[in-house]
């Protein structure tokens, strides 16, 4: 054989190895990617999750140590008012 054509089956030898080392790689990545973006959603939801925990450790600890805190509470929530107070009641218009 020639040096030429020997030259030319390695060169396509070459080109099929490089082919198949990148069919095997790519699913790779793109799992990969995949895989930080949801890191990166999880992260995010679990910064959320963590200021409400410490938001409801806050409004618990205020509720079980400050009279004025539990007072707003059963205002908002239960309607509750002083009796010497005038309530007045949001009617919506329809």
Do not use: C
Request: aromatic share 8%; proline share 2%.
């Amino acid at each position: 054989m020639e040096k030429g054509l020997r030259l030319g089956y390695w060169f396509w030898i070459g080109v099929g190895l490089v082919a198949l080392a990148v069919a095997w790689l790519l699913p790779g990545f793109s799992e990969r990617r995949e895989l930080q973006e949801e890191l990166i959603r999880l992260q995010s939801s679990h910064e959320e999750l963590t200021r409400e925990v410490n938001d409801l450790k806050a409004e618990r600890q205020a509720l079980s140590e400050d009279p004025l805190a539990i007072e707003r509470e059963a205002r908002r929530t239960l309607g509750f008012s002083r009796s010497n107070e005038i309530t007045f009641k949001k009617v919506s218009a329809e």
